[in-house]
């Protein structure tokens, strides 16, 4: 018969598995952020039913945040293409580069001329406003497991009523509930971590854009932070963005934003090593392979869950004692 905890660990790897086949990664990134909000809150009131309630607030928060910002986006959109257009064909003229566009409606077309007809385009908006819907139904549902869960933890929660104490079922629900415990402990590390340089980074960034008084501030602010929870790619992602924004007003703002964003970068290699590194110990080339995997496995949620598997993996062997006699020889020999 399988062992309680061999059977707890496979659980966890066929969680994880699923999620990637299912495409189920970002209502389990849902369940991790909204559990790991809800343990912040609960640190500062001391009680669940409050932070049940503070939470509650914030998600409706982060909800009408959420609208606001995409209506913006969709409305600054034509703005910022009909300003940065104009520079773009004067660049490429210079250069005798013949674009396929030369106002924002040109280049509504020439989009869909490259997805393909018009009828295979708007299929491929009702696709993606489909798979949309879809994820904003498994994101709420997340939310509400999460606070479930919270508020009465653990998978067998009448163990005390049962005839016979330590059952089997009652002994794996445990052994489960530690290997997700241990997984959730991983996950707050790494984006506790990911958070502190996030907001580092937005503050910095938030500096300069009102400096400069670049268009559109409020919302690549909320971009900059956004993306700043995902490793590595997320920072490169935002600084595209600025630096195309800040190009829409003169070639000039955007080498000084370029400039600018780089001295970020180099502020943050500090900061990974003092704030990540003191918590995660992986180096660098393992992290980097770890999110091309996880990209490929779940696209952009597997680029948050890349270094909370890598990092929950090294937390979990540094808890097996190997024996003597398989030790390395280098090991042995030391």
Same mark, same amino acid.
């Given at each position: 018969?399988?062992?309680?905890i061999?059977?707890s660990?496979?659980v966890l790897?066929?969680t994880?598995?699923l999620?990637?086949?299912?495409?189920?990664?970002a209502?389990?990134?849902?369940?991790l952020?909204?559990?790991f909000?809800l343990r912040?809150?609960y640190f500062?009131?001391?009680r669940?039913?409050?932070?049940l309630?503070?939470f509650?607030?914030l998600?409706?928060?982060i909800?009408a945040?959420a609208?606001y910002?995409t209506?913006?986006a969709i409305h600054?959109?034509?703005?910022v293409?009909?300003t940065?257009i104009?520079?773009?064909?004067a660049?490429?003229?210079?250069?005798q580069i013949?674009?396929?566009?030369?106002?924002?409606?040109?280049?509504k077309?020439?989009?869909?001329?490259?997805?393909g007809?018009?009828?295979?385009y708007?299929?491929?908006v009702?696709?993606?406003?489909k798979s949309?819907?879809t994820t904003?139904?498994f994101?709420?549902?997340g939310?509400?497991?999460?606070?479930?869960?919270?508020?009465?933890?653990?998978l067998?929660p009448?163990?005390?009523t049962?005839r016979?104490?330590n059952?089997?079922?009652?002994?794996?629900c445990?052994e489960v509930?530690t290997?997700?415990r241990?997984f959730?402990r991983s996950?707050?590390?790494?984006?506790g971590?990911?958070l502190?340089?996030s907001?580092?980074?937005?503050? #910095?960034? &938030?500096?300069?854009?009102m400096?400069?008084?670049?268009?559109?501030?409020? /919302?690549?602010? *909320?971009?900059t932070? @956004?993306?700043?929870?995902v490793p590595?790619?997320?920072n490169?992602?935002?600084?595209?963005?600025?630096v195309f924004?800040?190009?829409?007003?003169s070639?000039?703002l955007?080498i000084g934003?370029?400039?600018?964003l780089i001295?970020i970068?180099k502020l943050?290699?500090?900061?990974?090593?003092?704030i990540?590194?003191e918590r995660?110990?992986?180096p660098?080339?393992?992290t #980097?392979? &770890?999110l091309i995997i996880?990209?490929r496995?779940?696209g952009?949620p597997g /680029?948050?869950? *890349?270094?909370v598997? @890598?990092n929950?993996l090294?937390?979990?062997?540094l808890?097996?004692?190997?024996?003597?006699?398989i030790q390395?020889?280098?090991v042995?020999n030391?």
């Amino acid at each position: 018969m399988i062992t309680p905890i061999r059977l707890s660990y496979i659980v966890l790897a066929a969680t994880i598995a699923l999620a990637a086949v299912l495409h189920l990664a970002a209502p389990l990134l849902v369940v991790l952020f909204s559990y790991f909000a809800l343990r912040q809150l609960y640190f500062m009131t001391r009680r669940k039913w409050l932070a049940l309630i503070l939470f509650g607030v914030l998600v409706a928060g982060i909800a009408a945040a959420a609208i606001y910002f995409t209506r913006a986006a969709i409305h600054a959109l034509p703005n910022v293409a009909d300003t940065s257009i104009p520079s773009a064909s004067a660049w490429a003229q210079k250069r005798q580069i013949e674009l396929p566009f030369t106002d924002f409606e040109s280049l509504k077309q020439a989009v869909i001329d490259t997805l393909g007809q018009e009828a295979n385009y708007l299929r491929n908006v009702a696709n993606f406003a489909k798979s949309a819907t879809t994820t904003i139904v498994f994101s709420i549902l997340g939310i509400v497991a999460a606070g479930s869960l919270f508020y009465k933890t653990g998978l067998d929660p009448h163990r005390g009523t049962h005839r016979l104490k330590n059952n089997l079922y009652s002994v794996c629900c445990d052994e489960v509930s530690t290997r997700f415990r241990d997984f959730y402990r991983s996950f707050a590390t790494v984006m506790g971590a990911q958070l502190t340089i996030s907001l580092i980074n937005t503050a #910095l960034t &938030a500096i300069f854009l009102m400096a400069v008084h670049l268009p559109h501030t409020t /919302l690549l602010i *909320a971009v900059t932070f @956004l993306c700043g929870l995902v490793p590595i790619v997320g920072n490169l992602v935002s600084n595209t963005i600025i630096v195309f924004v800040a190009l829409t007003v003169s070639p000039k703002l955007a080498i000084g934003a370029l400039v600018f964003l780089i001295g970020i970068h180099k502020l943050e290699y500090l900061l990974n090593s003092k704030i990540i590194g003191e918590r995660i110990r992986n180096p660098v080339w393992l992290t #980097l392979v &770890a999110l091309i995997i996880g990209e490929r496995l779940m696209g952009v949620p597997g /680029l948050i869950l *890349a270094p909370v598997v @890598l990092n929950y993996l090294r937390v979990e062997m540094l808890t097996i004692e190997v024996p003597r006699a398989i030790q390395p020889v280098e090991v042995l020999n030391r």
